[in-house]
């Protein structure tokens, strides 16, 4: 990769890696980090990767990176936790984005980034499969649980979408 299609991909790429980073640690100091840290990581390595696996390159770094600062921090809320935040924080039901942000943060740190790679950056299942190291029916199958518990949470609480 040269200097130039490095610098192309921090400018085509920066963005969407800041918002997957933004929505799957919550913190915006964090994500910033994080992604500073892909880039740092990319330029690093660019003489070793070509300029079309930057992409993919930087989504794994940050996957990863954003799943081990998950599991280095405990994370993983229980139940009781979870239902009196939920309890908490009811929002308007105009609210949308904020019911989403709520029913997303219903569900653990893989399934969460599962839904946030397919539905909200547009990942196809193999580019997903390729960035987790999953494979591509385990992607379909963890996706499909995900939404099946969003869709649980939202109907009941009313939420209807």
């Not at 935040?85 to 569900?107: F, G, M, Y």
Request: charged share 30%; proline share 1%.
């Amino acid at each position: 990769m040269t200097t130039t299609e490095y610098n192309q991909c921090v400018r085509e790429l920066a963005d969407g890696l800041y918002r997957f980073a933004c929505k799957s640690m919550n913190d915006q100091e964090e994500a910033k980090d994080v992604v500073q840290q892909a880039f740092v990581t990319l330029w690093e390595k660019r003489e070793m990767v070509a300029a079309e696996k930057g992409k993919s390159f930087l989504f794994t770094i940050v996957y990863r990176r954003c799943m081990d600062i998950h599991r280095t921090r405990g994370r993983t809320r229980s139940t009781e936790n979870l239902n009196e935040n939920v309890l908490t924080e009811q929002p308007k039901p105009h609210d949308l984005k904020k019911i989403l942000q709520n029913a997303l943060s219903t569900l653990d740190t893989q399934a969460k980034n599962l839904v946030l790679l397919k539905d909200y950056e547009g990942y196809s299942y193999e580019e997903i499969a390729t960035l987790t190291d999953l494979n591509t029916t385990q992607v379909k199958v963890y996706l499909h649980r995900a939404r099946k518990e969003l869709r649980q949470y939202l109907v009941s609480r009313a939420h209807i979408i």
